[in-house]
């Protein structure tokens, strides 16, 4: 049996303050909004206003997240909701790493790169990826959270990462099988249509499992140039968000960028909110590892890559939101980001 490198080496944090992006959060309040239910009372209890929501590069911690799921389940009264919140988060609700998975080269290098950024997946789970033979598995393993929350996350985090392999494919075939450690469930009829595949129940592991010839499938969106240069956003913006952990500002000026990046993009009108000298915001942001541009150029790509993917906004118009001064600066700076010119994205 050959197993591909697993999510082993975890972030020094309480599993508890472990920070994870909103996506998780803004997808559930989505879903639920459809069913009549207030985001008010979906984010009851967690610490997070329904402002906060319209943030995505927003931090907000594993328990807060927890707090919302179980609201969700509560307040919608599906036990199925898991499975249903896992199909809808396709790749373009990760960022920068869901763009970075869909310009691998293989089905098999974008599972690594989710393996390998264990903060930007957000996974409640030590993600791995085995072969034995003709066949391969995409594992959960490990849940160390909220017990009562188990079947929900794992539920999550399998129909999640299918709906991911198959965007990173370009075709929606099912695996081979579904394994699921817990006992079988009052919606397991629900299983074909999120996989394509029944459930198989009580089984020894929580996995997926499909032909290991798919893993070397070369992908429809792939490009090398892209995929180095969105790699290292990955690598800078994991180490970011450990760093953002024990510094507060930050937390706070990758907020204020997201939040109004035309505006934020002048160091003066960022120094202004945060009562602080250019100079002195420059020195602590260079000693949590970073700087004001590196964290500009993130806030900037990341909402690029979401209008260019998901709102019928011009060249022009994405260029004049992000700040800007004229369309043709945008496209270059797009380029050096991505490697792409954004039309090409786009299309």
Known sequence: MHAQPESSSRPAFPLAHRPVSLHGVVATARLLAERGVAVEALLAGSGIPPQRLQEPARLISLHQELRIFDNARRLSGDES?????????????YGIL?????????VRVALE???RFPLLLGSYFRLAVEEDGRQARLLARDYACQPDLYRFNVEMCLSS???IVCDCMGVCWPPTAVHMRFAEPAHAALYPQIFGQQ????????ALLFPAKWLDRPQPLADAVSFHMAQEQCERLQSQWLASQGTALVA???RLLQTDPARFACMSELTAVLHMSERTLRRKLAASGTTFQALLDEARQQQALQLLQHSQLSIGQIAEQLGFAEPASFRHAFTRWTGRRPSELRR
């Open 113 to 115: 790169t989710a393996i």
């Open 98 to 106: 869901g763009y970075t998975m869909l310009v691998s080269p293989t």
């Open 161 to 163: 990462m299918w709906s």
């Open 252 to 254: 706070r000026v990758q």
């Open 81 to 93: 909701l898991g499975l249903r919140l896992g199909k809808a988060m396709h790749i373009s609700s």
């Open 199 to 206: 459930g198989l129940f009580s089984c020894s592991e929580d």
